[in-house]
């Protein structure tokens, strides 16, 4: 059994230093209650409603931030994640999630899907995204002492491909991280437990929560077990939910290696094909 935390906040938009400090006193009192894992929301580190100042706020991977957090993990033996703008070595920026761990900086990823719908149901308005980042191309698996966890960001968990990919790869673990506004509540809660369920894996998912500039998000965060003992329903149960409104941690227990004991009596990953996926690629590229 590992203890995992979710970790919701409300950033102040640009102010680093006070997110950082909000995020080391919400993964203290994560580990002092025993949790091994805390998970942060998306762009956690900055805020979402950066504009142009994401040109400046964003970092190097590895940067301030992640020093920062891997004292605060290496003292408190825990594992942390937290998404952040991350800057490259030729000054392009990507919409990042980093894992750090009582052994040091781990790795990151970048979000490989970048939105460009409306941010609310009436405005013309746009998820940020595209006019500041370049789309990740990779979906790495991180092999730590509590398993092996995979990120997505956002967007990203809407494309069922992408976390059967982490799958298939290996990991334990589905972290989901989001920036998700209130709008949106009735399409991420159901998404996330389907892909717990096609996958029969854990699933660990946050979301930013409260009001920033004009964005309200709605929290709501949770932990999906791989599946139900009794019953070997996959994508149950829901082991913890966070609230929907307010910060704070919200912590759950999950068996990281039940998903063994699951997936014998709900066989998706044996019943895929390759076959499966060479039509999708042959659909995909007669797209017009």
């Known amino acids: ?16 230093n006070k997110n ?5 006193r919400y ?19 900055t805020g979402y409603n950066c504009g142009d100042d994401f040109f400046d706020v964003a970092e190097p991977i590895p940067g301030d931030a992640v020093t920062f957090f891997k004292e605060i993990a290496t003292q408190h033996d825990i594992y942390i994640i937290w998404g952040m703008p991350e800057k490259s070595i030729n000054g392009i920026l990507y919409n990042a999630a980093v894992l750090v761990g009582p052994e040091g900086y781990i790795g990151s990823c970048r979000k490989n899907t970048l939105p460009g719908h409306a941010t609310d149901q009436t405005g013309p308005g746009a998820f940020p995204d595209r006019r500041y980042f370049k789309a990740g191309e990779n979906l790495p698996v991180f092999d730590t002492a509590i398993g092996k966890i995979g990120i997505l960001i956002c967007y990203d ?14 990991a334990d673990i589905i972290v989901g991280i989001s920036g998700s506004p209130t709008f949106e509540k009735d399409i991420f809660e159901p998404i996330v437990k389907a892909r717990a369920m096609e996958n029969t894996i854990n699933f660990v998912y946050t979301n930013l929560v409260g009001q920033e500039g004009e964005t309200t998000y709605w929290g709501g965060g949770c932990i999906i077990g791989a599946g139900e003992k009794e019953t070997k329903v996959p994508g149950t149960p829901v082991v913890c939910k966070a609230p929907y409104e307010g910060e704070g941690i919200t912590i759950g227990d999950i068996d990281i ?31 017009t």
């Open 1 to 16: 059994m590992v203890k995992i935390a979710i970790g919701q906040i409300t950033p102040e938009t640009g102010q680093k």
């Open 157 to 170: 968990i809407f494309f069922p491909e992408l976390a059967r990919l982490l799958t298939l790869k290996g």
């Open 257 to 287: 290696q039940h998903l063994n004991k699951i997936r014998p009596y709900f066989p998706v990953l044996r019943d895929i094909t390759t076959r499966m996926y060479e039509q999708l690629a042959d659909a995909h590229r007669k797209l």
């Open 27 to 45: 993964t203290i009192d994560a580990a002092e209650q025993g949790a091994k894992l805390v998970v942060f929301p998306e762009l956690a580190l």
């Open 20 to 24: 950082l400090e909000k995020m080391k």
